[in-house]
């Protein structure tokens, strides 16, 4: 463990997204599967929910969660629906702070977050790794630190909070 953390070091901070990254992120392809968040406090307490998700690059995204209430985010290149049983919200993106970094990473352009944080990877064995940092001071107030790993249909991403709570989506791409 310790050898591989200081390979991970010397190979220095990402500048650009590795392919089997990339491959991923720039798919034109329809992705679907399902998903487990699961939120841990510090005191240990876990709230776990389970839905699916949908992607279809350049039209809309759907994230929907079935256990253990409904509520479901579906998103368009114009707006966005959040329902759940007691409300409707829609809003247009643009609307949305910070919205033009995202819609820079939805055309390819990942920049931005590598101007955010410090991020390490690493390939071993079809799997991938990355440990992200925020070097921007107001990123740094509210999150601690990102990971990712596993392989490209069936991988896991983890937000750790500067209060210790943690954040972990499982997602696993239909058919795998």
């Known amino acids: 463990m310790f050898l591989g953390c200081a390979i991970l070091l010397m190979t220095g901070f990402l500048s650009e997204v590795p392919p089997m ?7 034109t392809n329809e992705t679907q599967g399902t998903f487990v968040q699961t939120k841990t406090m510090p005191d240990g307490r876990r709230f776990t929910s389970k839905g699916t998700y949908r992607i279809r690059p350049g039209k809309d995204f759907e994230w929907a969660v079935h256990d253990p209430f409904e509520t479901c985010f579906y998103s368009t290149q114009e707006k966005y629906v959040y329902t759940n049983e007691d409300e409707r919200v829609e809003r247009a993106l643009k609307d949305l702070p910070n919205f033009a970094r995202l819609s820079e990473a939805a055309t390819g352009d990942y920049q931005g977050f590598f101007a955010a944080f410090d991020a390490l990877y690493k390939e071993e064995d079809g799997k991938f790794f990355v440990k992200a940092k925020p070097k921007v001071k107001e990123l740094k107030r509210f999150l601690s630190q990102v990971d990712a790993e596993g392989e490209p249909q069936d991988w896991e991403l983890t937000a750790t909070f500067p209060d210790g709570t943690t954040f ?4 696993k791409e239909d058919g795998q």
């Open 21 to 27: 990254v990339a491959e991923r992120l720039n798919s």
């Open 168 to 171: 972990k989506i499982e997602l």
